[in-house]
C-alpha cells in the first residue's frame, strides 16, 4: 500500500518544509481507515519518534512489515499486540527497553530483528524478564506456541511465553545474551547475534 511520504520524509528536507510530519497516531488512524489495505509501514528516516506508546498499534491487522527509525528509545507494553498479519518487524539498536507482550499477538511474524533479548538493554541478571519470549507476553492467543523458558539453572525458575510459531529467524543487536535466553525456542531456525553484544552467559549451553 502507499504510504504518506510526509511520514518518513527528513528534516529540513523540502518537502519536510512543505508538510507536516505524521505523528504515530495518526498513522494508526490511517492503518484502521483502510483495515483490507496490506500496509509496509518504513518509518527509518523519520527524526521525530522516540517512543512508541503502550497499545498504539494494537489490532493494526493490516500492518505486514514494520521498520523503526534509529530514533526510537522505547517500545511500550502490547504496542503491537494482534497485529496478525505483521511477519516482518525490524526494532533499531537505539531501543534501550521493550514492554512485556509488545509483539503479543503477532501470529505471523517471521522475521524479526531486536536490539537485546528481553526487556531491557541494559540487564546483566537473569530471570523472566531477560528471555526472548518475554516480549511476546504469558497471554494465549492462535498461533502462539506456549514455551518453557528457564532462566536459571533450577527447576523452579521459569516462565512461560507464547512465542509465535510462525517464527523462523531472529536477529540480535547488543546488549547481554544472559542464562536460557533462547531456551525451548523450537520454533527458530536462525539465529544471528551481532559482535556488539556487551557479553554471553555462561550458560551458553542453555540458549536452545
Known amino acids: 500500500m502507499f504510504f504518506p511520504r510526509r511520514c518518513c520524509q527528513q528534516e529540513g528536507s523540502e518537502a519536510a518544509q512543505k508538510e507536516p ?4 497516531s495518526e498513522l494508526v488512524e490511517i492503518l484502521k481507515k483502510y483495515p483490507n489495505v496490506k500496509v509496509n509501514l518504513d518509518l527509518s528516516q523519520s527524526k521525530s519518534i522516540t517512543i512508541i506508546a503502550p497499545n498504539i498499534f494494537e489490532n493494526c491487522t493490516n500492518l505486514t512489515s514494520l521498520v523503526l527509525p534509529n530514533t526510537t528509545t522505547s517500545v511500550g507494553k ?3 499486540k494482534n497485529c496478525t498479519g505483521l511477519t516482518d518487524c525490524e526494532i533499531p539498536e537505539s531501543v534501550t527497553t521493550i514492554g512485556e507482550g509488545a509483539l503479543s499477538g ?3 511474524l ?3 530483528t531486536i536490539p537485546f533479548v528481553g526487556g531491557n538493554k541494559e540487564a546483566t541478571i537473569s530471570n523472566e524478564t531477560t528471555v526472548f519470549g518475554y516480549i511476546f507476553g504469558s497471554k494465549s492467543y492462535k498461533g502462539g506456541n506456549k514455551t518453557q523458558q528457564f532462566y536459571k539453572n533450577i527447576s523452579s525458575d521459569y516462565a512461560y511465553y507464547y512465542i509465535p510459531s510462525s517464527l523462523i529467524s531472529v536477529s ?5 545474551i544472559l542464562y536460557g535466553s533462547f531456551y525451548n525456542c523450537i520454533e527458530l531456525s536462525d539465529i ?5 553484544i556487551q557479553g554471553l552467559d555462561e550458560g551458553a549451553n542453555n540458549y536452545l
Open 21 to 24: 510530519i505524521l505523528e504515530i
Open 78 to 80: 502490547e504496542a503491537f
Open 106 to 108: 503477532c501470529s505471523s
Open 110 to 112: 517471521k522475521h524479526l
Open 172 to 176: 540480535v543487536l547488543g546488549g547481554n
Open 192 to 196: 544471528q547475534i551481532s559482535d556488539k
